[in-house]
Structure formats: structure tokens, C-alpha cells
């Protein structure tokens, strides 16, 4: 199996560590020729108005239509707002895929990130989670599953092929998050269960 970080920014070697820890290859993509014969992609944190400029052309094209083409994803704070079919504030998606609503720095600024545990449905009930500037979901739509909530708020969930999340799980020494979607990979190839 081999599992793409988009490298346009943000922690790229962290979520590329995390996927090695569980067996899984990883590739840099930063060019559209870098998304062939991936079977999953990870979306980094980082900044999604910079890295929508980055994407801008070729690659961003080749992005959205992998997202509706059905190759399975996983976003991670401005990954979650660049798969988001609606971003507050914002005139249509960035590349889109699950039907939510993100607020952009939802969490506060900078100097308000912190760290806590979250129970994940499928994954433990004492995940730790990073938070930093971290969007939140504002509306899902059907057939959207929520997975994880902090304070009440919708802070994980998936649809389909895609896979969000507010925090960032690489950035802990724990893999059950990415093991998690590995395991959806799997069970979407129908090779087992999610794990």
C-alpha cells in the first residue's frame, strides 16, 4: 500500500512517520505525476488560503477529481477545510468531498492551541489530540458520521472515502488515527475491517 502527503506545506514528515510506523509506504506529492498509483492521500495542516495558491492549476484540478473520483483521503486541519464541500466565509470548495461546513480557527488564534483527549468512535476512548488554530464543523450533511466531538463540537467525522479531522494526530507519539485510516483503506479495497 502506498499512501501520498501532500507536501505543499505543513507537517509533511510527521504524517510521512506516522504511515511508515504502521507499515504503510508514503510518497511526497507536490506535482499531479506524484498522485499516480496512490491508493490514499493525506491532506496536512498548515494554511488553506496558501495552500489553495500553492495547489492553483494542474495539480489543484487533478486533486478535486480524485476527491469525487472516490480515492480515499484524509484531512487534517486545513486538509479538513480544503475536503470541505463548504467553507464559512468562502465561495465554493477548495477541492471538496465531504458534505460539511468548516469555520476556520474556530479553536482561537495561535496562542490559544492546545492539547487534550478525545474519544474516538472505532478508535479509543483516550486519543490525545492537538489543537492548533483548528477549524470546526458547523453542518453536516447526510450521511456524514461523526466521530469524535470536543466540547460539544463536531471535531472528526467521515463520508465515504474521505476521512476529517480538526486536530493533528501526527504531531503525538500515538498511530491509532492513522492506523484508523489505513484500516479504511483496507476496508474499502475489501481487505478487513477498519481498524
Known sequence: MRVGVLALQGAVREHRRALEKVGV???VVKTVD?????????????????MALLA???????????????????GTCAGMILLADVVEGRLGSIIGGIDITVARNASGRQVDSFETTLSIDGVGSDVPA??????YITRLGLGVRVLARHDGVAV???????????????LTEDLRVHRAFVGMIRELRGEGEPG
Do not use: C, N, W, Y
Open 25 to 27: 509506504e508514503s510518497r
Open 34 to 50: 506524484d498522485l499516480k498509483s496512490l491508493d490514499g492521500l493525506v491532506l496536512p495542516g498548515g494554511e488553506s488560503s496558501t
Open 56 to 74: 492553483e492549476g494542474p495539480l489543484l484540478d487533478a486533486l478535486r477529481r480524485l476527491s469525487s473520483s472516490g480515492l480515499p483521503m484524509f
Open 130 to 135: 492537538v489543537f492548533i488554530r483548528a477549524p
Open 156 to 170: 472528526m467525522a467521515r463520508q465515504g472515502r474521505i476521512l476529517v479531522a480538526s486536530f493533528h494526530p501526527e
